[in-house]
């Protein structure tokens, strides 16, 4: 009876080391709008979601966020790049949090804290494009070290010439 437990735990071991990407998460399925996102970190996912995708087009949403930090944040900085048909048509990147300056509530959080947050988001823009793309994201601290990363995809059928 031990054997078969011992044998039964190495396999799901196995398994989970031979495992090499992260499950695709569902942010939200509505009509003519689809969100997904895969953690692109290889040691790490993370928990994300918005309460409704069409708000996503308003002037600000609600999303919820969580992650268990493996590296502290004294500096943190985003880059996103807009990605279609495998090429990437756009590039944004910030600082997010410096010594002195600090546009988020997170900043000088330590590792292994737990980062949760639960509020608005604006994003600034008034319509999703249409089409099927990829949003990638990527938050590096001051030792260029991947705090979370992720790729979202995005499907969008709205053709909002269709209603203005």
């Not at 799901?12 to 080391?17: A, P």
């Not at 939200?28 to 970190?41: A, Q, T």
């Not at 900085?77 to 410096?98: A, H, M, P, Q, W």
């Not at 990363?149 to 209603?163: G, I, Q, R, S």
């Amino acid at each position: 009876m031990k054997t078969s437990n011992i044998l039964v735990l190495i396999i799901v071991l196995l398994y989970i080391n031979a495992s090499t990407e992260w499950p695709t998460h569902t942010v939200c399925k509505e009509d003519n709008l689809e969100i997904y996102y895969k953690s692109c970190d290889p040691q790490q996912d993370f928990a994300f979601s918005i309460d409704h995708c069409s708000d996503i087009t308003t002037h600000t949403f609600n999303v919820r966020a969580a992650i268990v930090l493996r590296h502290s944040i004294k500096e943190l900085y985003v880059k996103v790049d807009l990605i279609v048909n495998g090429k990437t048509i756009f590039t944004y990147s910030d600082t997010l949090c410096e010594p002195g300056v600090s546009k988020l509530i997170f900043c000088g959080k330590k590792k292994g804290e737990h980062l949760y947050y639960e509020g608005p988001v604006t994003l600034g823009i008034k319509e999703i494009p249409q089409g099927d793309y990829t949003v990638s994201a990527k938050l590096t601290n001051e030792d260029h070290v991947t705090v979370a990363c992720a790729d979202f995809t995005v499907k969008n059928y709205l053709d909002y010439n269709y209603y203005q």
